[in-house]
């Protein structure tokens, strides 16, 4: 017999061999009709797998991250079939599953498919699905593996055999079908629905541009119909939302093919967007003991080398750059992290001086292949609001929750209300991935679990999700649309302090290492923008919008008084700007509307001289005419009150 832990921390026993499925049958006869997928010690299993031993036994259904991710890699396999039956000469390569949905990566030789081939893929990917073929794990030797591919004629499936050890090599089959797969799928085809394909284009074999391009077409599914409509609907709703679109129409920010792809340039609107936002956190940072920094945009190879970033990262950063003269290797900034290990280094630390907070708005670049790329979500450059705190062992659980407070005030300044927390730990199947003793990773997993329990937050664990020099705390937000982002981030580090011989000395006159915490309630500043605009959007909060109203002229007759209203607004420190164009009232009124301005003054004839404004408002229309003095005490007592932020 073996004993079976469930997720509730319930224990059962069974008979040795018994499948995941048979005990999910068990345990009732909702989640067997409902289970997707499992994990079975931290590794993913199929629910076919016979258990061997005691251990820890989970399973996720539609409504888990891990259930709709088997999902989605389940049918990334049945598009690969349905696919290579209509493209019989193709050359499959990787199909996983992505945040939402999944795609396949496809070598199509001298044939082309395009988004007017959806519908006949489609139908014939439905045809598959309805087989209810079973998905079945079969391990293979090397040789045989090679063999079959080598029948095939597929150099991509070889090159990633090659890489594997024997005894590893599985393939996953279903119907007539079978690819090269570690596993992770749901029990058969039927579950699956409804699908819609999303999406094509080009990416390279292993994302490296000297390799062929290849034909990527991405997809999502679901077990039900509803589903994909409600989708659908969202999708709709999502178009109009979209922070390209919302930022072009107020003017925060615009991309250069001439600069390169992925580089925003921010226009003055969104500047000032941009450094409201800053100087809100600076203050609370203030407040909190940080003391700002700045660093260059540039540092030695070497410098990487001891973090570990050039390491973990190289591929995702830019080339080096070589200087002219001396043979000194450079690479533009991946992150803050090491530089703000060497100012703690440039001077020596007591015990008393400790917990040392440095803080900065510092750009980082990163390699993102240019299919990835999208707006403000996925760029090349970004701005991250980056703190690291440096502190004594004693220090670590106090300053941990003081972080998790400070990414919950900037939540609620900015209305997102609705979040989830992920403890992001080690995957214990690839301890290659990353740096650091066994100890040390262990203190610091369960710092930030006493912190997540201390605070009562309702978290749930993901292996394999840690950065690689230490666990995360990570706050995904639900948007308005029902979206999971993440954006805040803490992290806890025993292992840079070590690379970087970081040191503090005791009472005891004896020397110690800090601990630090990485923490980034932003996260980057563009992605925030880009899920804040989408939230809202583009309805921004009042303390945040770049601009609180705009003056309507009726003629050019009132620019004069125009001007006297918007200098009494600009010295209560409202934002402001005049439409004198010679357009009709109306007009002014609709695109003033489109471009989201909370508030319009018109004024005219009567206006000025009553010395008064007539007021509109974005959402409720006419509110009437007020002296300027009593609408700049309303304004200004609904901008400090605006989410209850005084900024």
Not at 32 to 37: E, M
Not at 413 to 429: C, E, G, I, K, Y
Not at 474 to 492: E, H, P, Y
């Amino acid at each position: 017999m073996i004993e079976i832990t469930l997720k509730d921390g319930s224990t059962k026993k069974y008979k040795k061999g018994i499948s995941a499925y048979s005990i999910a049958e068990d345990i009732s006869e909702s989640l067997a009709r409902n289970v997707l997928s499992a994990n079975f010690n931290g590794a993913k299993i199929e629910l076919s797998t016979e258990i061997l031993k005691s251990g820890k036994l989970n399973f996720y259904t539609w409504n888990d991250d891990e259930g709709k991710s088997a999902f989605w890699h389940s049918s990334a396999h049945i598009l690969a079939q349905t696919v290579l039956s209509l493209y019989p000469k193709v050359k499959l390569t990787i199909g996983p599953s992505i945040e939402n949905g999944f795609y396949y990566d496809f070598d199509l030789g001298d044939k082309t498919i395009s988004e007017n081939d959806f519908p006949i893929i489609e139908k014939k990917f439905m045809f598959f699905a309805s087989q209810k073929s079973e998905f079945r794990m079969k391990l293979l030797s090397k040789l045989d593996a090679k063999a079959y591919y080598k029948k095939e004629k597929n150099p991509y499936k070889l090159e990633l055999i090659e890489k594997l050890n024997d005894g590893e090599i599985t393939f996953c089959h279903h119907s007539d079908f079978s690819d090269l797969c570690k596993g992770g799928h749901i029990p058969h085809t039927g579950l699956v629905k409804a699908v819609k394909l999303t999406n094509i284009a080009g990416a390279y074999w292993k994302g490296d541009e000297n390799n062929k391009q290849l034909t990527r077409i991405y997809g999502i599914s679901f077990p039900k119909q509803k589903f994909l409509k409600e989708y659908l609907t969202l999708i709709e709703e999502a178009n109009k939302r979209d922070h390209r679109k919302i930022g072009k129409e107020l003017n925060l920010f615009t991309f250069s093919n001439k600069v390169g792809l992925g580089l925003p340039l921010w226009l003055p609107k969104g500047t000032d967007l941009k450094n409201r936002l800053q100087t809100f956190l600076t203050k609370a940072q203030d407040k909190a003991g940080y003391k700002m920094v700045e660093t260059p945009h540039i540092g030695k190879k070497e410098l990487y080398e001891t973090s570990g970033h050039f390491e973990k990262y190289g591929m995702d950063s830019f080339q080096p750059i070589e200087t002219p003269g001396k043979k000194e290797t450079f690479l533009l900034k991946p992150m803050n992290c090491p530089h703000h290990c060497e100012i703690y280094n440039s001077q020596n630390w007591s015990y008393k001086d400790l917990p040392v907070r440095y803080a900065e708005f510092g750009t980082v670049y990163r390699y993102e292949q240019s299919g990835e790329l999208h707006g403000l979500t996925r760029v090349r450059g970004f701005t991250q609001d980056d703190a690291h705190i440096f502190c004594t062992p004693n220090q670590l659980e106090e300053e941990f929750i003081k972080v998790i407070d400070l990414v919950k005030y900037v939540f609620k300044a900015v209305s997102f209300d609705v979040f989830t927390v992920q403890v992001s730990l080690r995957d214990p199947n690839n301890p290659e991935k990353y740096i650091g003793s066994e100890r040390n990773w262990n203190l610091a997993e369960k710092a930030i679990l006493m912190a997540a329990d201390s605070k009562k937050l309702d978290y749930n664990i993901k292996y394999g999700e840690a950065a690689f020099y230490g666990p995360k705390l990570d706050f995904m937000v639900k948007d308005a649309l029902g979206r999971k982002w993440q954006l805040g981030t803490i992290q806890v580090d025993y292992n840079l302090p070590v690379r970087f011989d970081l040191k503090y000395k005791t009472k005891n006159n004896e020397y110690m290492r800090p601990v630090m915490i990485h923490r980034a309630p932003f996260g980057s500043l563009e992605r925030f923008v880009a899920i804040l605009l989408e939230h809202s959007g583009g309805n921004l909060p009042l303390w945040l919008v770049p601009d609180h109203l705009i003056i309507l002229t009726l003629s050019e007759k009132y620019e004069k008084y125009a001007q006297k209203v918007l200098n009494k607004l600009k010295i209560n420190e409202i934002r402001a700007l005049i439409d004198n164009r010679n357009e009709t009232v109306g007009k002014k009124i609709r695109e003033a509307q489109l471009k989201k301005y909370p508030y319009m003054l018109v004024v005219g004839e009567r206006e000025m001289k009553d010395n008064v404004v007539s007021v509109r408002h974005r959402i409720d229309g006419d509110l009437g005419s007020l002296t300027i003095e009593t609408f700049v005490q309303i304004l200004s007592t609904e901008i400090k009150g605006s989410n209850l932020i005084e900024v």
